[in-house]
């Protein structure tokens, strides 16, 4: 299930916890992230990345043709995955991107966790749910210890994912929420 918790980025106060995805995408809105629920295609779990891709076809082309987004592609990852640690690590310290990083989740779970004006959003993002973290957003990604993940990644230019890190301790100070 999608959940969103928003605490004070100062003294840890929580401020909105909410599971309703239309509640979630109202509260995400001001700080210019965009979240939504899209219908899951049916597809055996496990599916190949060109079958998900060819799945969402659709939805991939609209959401690309209102963006400057020109291509995606799936990543996966699971407790089998050689580098699943290092992966982990890589993104779970707060960092930014020059482009928008948007993921939509097929399958799995991970948590998107962004710190805007003083409040630390962190979007717990499950099976269907679309998310897009505007470029220069300061936040960190966990998919968690034993990760379980099949996400559309969209872009424009993969350059664009290099993380550039903040060196704060937000990510220790508040670690992702998923219950």
Not at 123 to 145: K, M, N
Request: glycine share 8%.
């Amino acid at each position: 299930m999608s959940l969103l918790t928003v605490r004070d980025a100062t003294t840890g106060a929580e401020l909105l916890r909410t599971d309703d995805a239309a509640e979630i995408a109202r509260a995400l809105a001001p700080i210019n992230v965009r979240f939504e629920r899209w219908e899951v295609a049916e597809l055996p779990e496990g599916a190949d990345a060109e079958a998900v891709l060819a799945a969402y076809r659709p939805q991939l082309d609209a959401f690309m043709a209102g963006s400057s987004a020109g291509t995606a592609d799936v990543i996966k990852l699971d407790v089998s995955h050689p580098q699943k640690d290092a992966l982990r690590a890589k993104f779970l310290s707060e960092h930014t991107h020059t482009e928008d990083e948007v993921r939509f989740f097929h399958e799995g779970a991970g948590n998107f966790v962004m710190h805007v004006g003083g409040k630390v959003y962190d979007a717990h993002c499950t099976r269907g749910d679309l998310i897009s973290v505007p470029a220069d957003t300061q936040h960190w990604f966990d998919a968690g210890v034993e990760p379980k993940v099949t996400a559309l990644r969209i872009f424009t230019d993969t350059t664009g994912w290099t993380p550039h890190y903040t060196g704060t301790d937000m990510s220790d100070r508040f670690p992702a929420v998923t219950g």
